[in-house]
């Protein structure tokens, strides 16, 4: 029914055979030739397309209209200017997508394709010559991640009609060709070519617009025999060239991308775009792997504009806050799927980095003097607690080091959540919550000499040394800082340092599975106790005497310091009773131990400490 109208209306009556006919000119007047209403009103104009416009009066007069009103409805409209716009179907240039063309292989050898395994492993391209087919190919021999992203853009390039590639628009790179005025057929000619190429190497593209045309051509043309094309490149022509002029024109020909990298929305453009071209002079696609990223949505999950002032400013957050937090966000987020910024997610970003920068002032400040020389404890000396620590360690080196080295599955590649969430977990958990609670009172009540103690501070500066290497990455700036202020003599940075050594003989599963319930069981004791604390029946969990039903069988370990109480008993049942102890409490180390006479006296411990 309008074959003028747009792009997708001319291709599909094309397909059944309806040919265009241009009946509308650049100004939005029908031709001057156009047999009705020739040069007259523009068709934009709704008195010209009004109930008693010339349209509609001359079908009521021709008896084929039935029926005529105003209609109020959603139009096409410039999204800067506000003016109404129009569709209208012009000549373009396609590239056609279903053509057989001998031009989908390269001229020169490329380099060997590295085996794609597991699930990503395709068998060899069958889909045929075409510039679809080889593009579909291609698709199957590229890692996407994340792996689904492979499903859409193979479902956009089956289904797209062929790729219209010209605009008419005043700037842009131009389309330089010549076109024989009677066959309608371009000039094809390597001499032609290089002239124009030579042109553009010395002016740029412009030089085209400028240029003496039939100094090009040369003398075996005449210009006058040719039309000078003036249509642009659609953009995401120019864009998906980058493999050639920028990939190729620096590391040499043959050479592709190991990875592209931007927003799910160029599945569409720049990712298609390469893609076909590649495809149709390479014969592959221009990258090894893809990956694709959501968009950063405002705070209540809106698309950031301008117009609506919801925008968040990257500069003004490190300024307020500092770029470590915007980048604990950033690896926080699991960027494959859109992810939300504001006001309240930025302060759980910041809430997390406080917590992993206060691990570091703790173990700064308790590692102060510290002298391997003098205070090491090999590992067979440690107590329980620092080999099941050291056990912990180890077990998070190898989670980091999954994420950070290529994995088999695309899915879990380049996943920065996961390897954030380890070590901040690490950090808060296994170490702020758990292990610096229980050794707080050895660290700060036993002698400098005691093997407990001294053990402590071998695990601290264990610590310390393979998580700001982590940690590296993620908060650059704080690292350094942290690393600066225990090294402040060390010229080195920290990111000069290699990954942390780490001794896989510390993984000791039936350590981790014991301790994994003990554990437990002190979240048990402290939910028990915390009813008692909320009503100041006792102050802290040193003040309570727990009685358990069930205790694991602890060998040496000590769980009234594990579970940080007075001391535990065993009774009878499942359950777990706390009463408030009635021992005294030591005035050094605030412990209340059967030796204490009175409250406010020296222990057996702290006497010795003060006394030696």
């Given amino acids: ?117 597991g699930a990503l492993a395709t068998a060899l391209p069958t889909n045929g010559p075409t510039l679809r087919g080889v593009a579909l190919d291609a698709i199957q021999n590229t890692r996407w991640v994340p792996e689904r992203a492979r499903n859409r853009i193979n479902a956009m390039v089956s289904d797209r009609p062929d790729w219209v590639i010209s605009r008419q628009r005043a700037w842009g790179v131009p389309i330089a060709l010549y076109v024989h005025r009677k066959s309608g057929q371009y000039l094809v000619d390597p001499a032609v070519n290089a002239r124009i190429i030579d042109a553009f190497r010395a002016a740029g593209a412009d030089a085209w617009f400028g240029a003496d045309h039939q100094a090009l051509l040369g003398p075996d043309y005449d210009l006058a025999d040719y039309e000078v094309v003036t249509d642009i490149l659609d953009v995401w022509f120019d864009s998906g060239s980058t493999h050639s002029f920028v990939v190729e024109a620096r590391y040499g020909e043959g050479t592709r991308a190991d990875l592209y990298v931007e927003g799910s929305d160029q599945h569409r453009g720049w990712f298609q775009s390469s893609l076909l071209e590649s495809s149709g002079t390479r014969g592959r696609a221009p990258y090894d792997a893809v990956l694709t990223h959501g968009f950063a949505l405002d705070g209540t999950g809106k698309k950031m ?48 980095y406080r917590k992993l920068r206060n691990t570091f002032r703790y173990m700064l400040g308790a590692l102060a003097d510290y002298d391997e020389a003098t205070e090491a404890v090999s590992y067979a000396d440690m107590p329980e607690l620092e080999r099941y620590m050291l056990h912990r360690l180890a077990a998070l080196d190898a989670e980091l080091k999954s994420v950070v080295d290529k994995a088999a599955d695309s899915d879990n590649w380049l996943e920065f959540s996961r390897y ?193």
């Fill in 305 to 352: 504009s301008k117009s609506l002032g919801n925008v968040v400013d990257p500069l003004k957050i490190m300024a307020e806050s500092g770029a470590d937090i915007l980048r604990v966000w950033v690896a926080s987020t699991d960027y494959f799927d859109d992810v939300r910024i504001g006001k309240e997610v930025l302060a759980g970003s910041s809430d997390a």
């Fill in 420 to 612: 954030t969430r380890a070590l901040f977990d690490f950090a808060n958990s296994d170490l702020s919550a758990f292990f610096f609670d229980i050794r707080k009172d050895c660290l700060y009540c036993d002698a400098p000499s005691d093997p407990k103690r001294r053990a402590y501070r071998t695990l601290l500066d264990t610590l310390f040394h393979a998580l700001v290497r982590y940690a590296a990455p993620i908060i650059p700036f704080t690292a350094e800082e942290v690393w600066q202020s225990r090294f402040p003599s060390d010229e080195d940075s920290v990111h000069f340092l290699e990954w942390p050594e780490i001794d896989r003989h510390w993984i000791d599963r039936s350590l981790d599975e014991k301790w994994r319930e003990l554990r437990t069981q002190r979240e048990q004791v402290n939910e028990a106790i915390e009813p008692l604390r909320r009503e100041k029946i006792v102050r802290s969990s040193l003040d309570a005497d727990v009685t358990m039903g069930e205790l694991l069988a602890v060998g040496d370990v000590d769980f009234a310091e594990v579970a940080i109480v007075a001391r535990v008993t065993m009774g009878q049942g499942d359950g777990i009773i706390v009463q408030p102890s009635t021992w005294h409490k030591c005035g050094r180390c605030w412990r209340k131990l059967p030796e204490v006479a009175t409250d406010g006296t020296l222990c057996n411990r702290c006497d010795a400490v003060l006394a030696g």
């Fill in 1 to 117: 029914m309008s074959p003028d109208h747009g792009e997708e209306d001319f291709i599909a009556c094309k397909k059944l055979g309806i040919d265009p006919v241009f009946a509308v000119n650049d100004a939005g007047f029908y031709r001057d030739d156009w047999e009705w209403l020739p040069g007259q009103g523009s068709v934009i104009n709704t008195k010209f397309n009004g109930v008693d416009g010339p349209i509609c009066t001359d079908l009521r007069a021709a008896g084929a209209l039935l029926s005529a009103s105003d209609f109020r409805h959603s139009y096409p409209h410039s999204w800067r200017s506000k003016a109404r716009i129009i569709y209208r179907c012009t000549p373009q240039w396609f590239i056609p997508m279903d053509k057989p063309s001998g031009n989908t292989m390269p001229d020169y050898p490329l380099p060997p394709l590295e085996p794609i395994t």
